[in-house]
């Protein structure tokens, strides 16, 4: 059963008129935007130098998303919020943290003053939390992607399994962080089965699919990336794009395609939730119990290696 995303339509989506303090693309006013009074910058990203980039793609407006009742996003699965316009973008990765190709993505971002969601994956954020918290505190929106990238249309799981999944991988990542990430979510291949969208429903957890599939996981060169991905968006003329940070050819097309979109008239729209997602204390435990399991070695570097020639 689906839940009924049609009904929480009416406030799930607030628009921020206005663009980030780094934001180097004007404000775009449209009808559905509220005259709202200005948002304190701090509310939207952390402090941050402004763009060096006078030409930066940059972001053009900000999103809110009200996640009560877990709205869906990407028109592959959820038909019911559409709220980009004409020539939007909605840039998202999934998969990391990753060592080198995370942090050359968070780069190339930050290069052209712009931003995206991550949909990070449990057991990667605590082998790589030193990552995930540069791309917080780069001001991009963190999700989740389960525990394990586990598929979780898998009959082999039981729908306890599932949870678990959906659960540790939030408590990991909050775990990473330090701080709870959004309430928002992705399935592993984005198989979607009806008992978790209506869990993840009460559970006020928003589910992204996506609009359009870069299909990196598949390339073989970066330039594939950019041609797969362009090629579906001049089609479409906007949507929620789904990459990985996890992929080198990703890391490595992202600033010729973050080029392409610029030169394209596209324009990057943040998606931040209202509140962060409320973390269930079990699987917080359970998480902090297998951090401390004992490593191979707890000797101190120095005791395990020395220099006896330089
Ligand atoms: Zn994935």
Excluded at 89 to 115: M, Y
Excluded at 255 to 279: C, F, H, I, N, S
Excluded at 289 to 308: A, N
């Amino acid at each position: 059963m689906r839940i009924a995303a049609g009904l929480i339509f009416a406030g799930v989506v607030s628009l921020y008129a206005s663009g980030t303090a780094w934001s180097q693309t004007p404000a775009t006013r449209g009808v559905t935007a509220p005259q709202a009074a200005p948002v304190p910058a701090a509310a939207l990203a952390p402090a941050k130098a402004p763009c060096a980039n006078p030409n930066a793609l940059g972001i053009a407006r900000v999103v809110e998303i009200d996640t009560t009742g877990g709205p869906g996003f990407g028109f592959e699965h959820f038909k019911q919020l559409d709220f980009l316009r004409d020539k939007e973008v909605v840039l998202t990765f999934d998969d990391g943290p990753w060592p080198l190709n995370t942090p050359s993505v968070l780069k190339t971002l930050a290069d052209e003053c712009t931003t995206g969601i991550f949909f990070s994956i449990g057991k990667h954020a605590t082998y790589y939390p030193e990552i995930l918290k540069q791309v917080a505190a780069a001001g991009h929106t963190i999700g989740t992607h389960t525990w394990s990238h586990a598929t979780l249309t898998n009959k082999k799981l039981t729908e306890q399994q599932r949870k678990d999944e959906i659960e540790k991988g939030f408590s990991a990542v909050k775990w990473a962080l330090g701080a709870s990430p959004a309430p928002f979510f992705r399935f592993p291949a984005l198989q979607h089965p009806p008992e978790m969208v209506t869990y993840l429903g009460t559970r006020n957890i928003a589910m992204f699919s996506c609009d359009l599939d870069s299909f990196d996981f598949k390339a073989s060169k970066p330039q594939q990336v950019i041609d797969v991905t362009m090629k579906k968006l001049d089609k479409l003329g906007k949507g929620i794009i789904l990459m990985h940070d996890f992929h080198k050819h990703t890391a490595e097309a992202l600033p010729e395609l973050l080029r392409k979109l610029k030169d394209g008239g596209y324009k990057v729209v943040q998606m931040k939730a209202k509140a962060p997602v409320q973390t269930i204390a079990q699987y917080d435990e359970e998480i902090v119990k297998d951090i401390k399991l004992p490593t191979v070695s707890s000797r101190p570097v120095s005791s395990v290696v020395q220099t006896i020639s330089e």
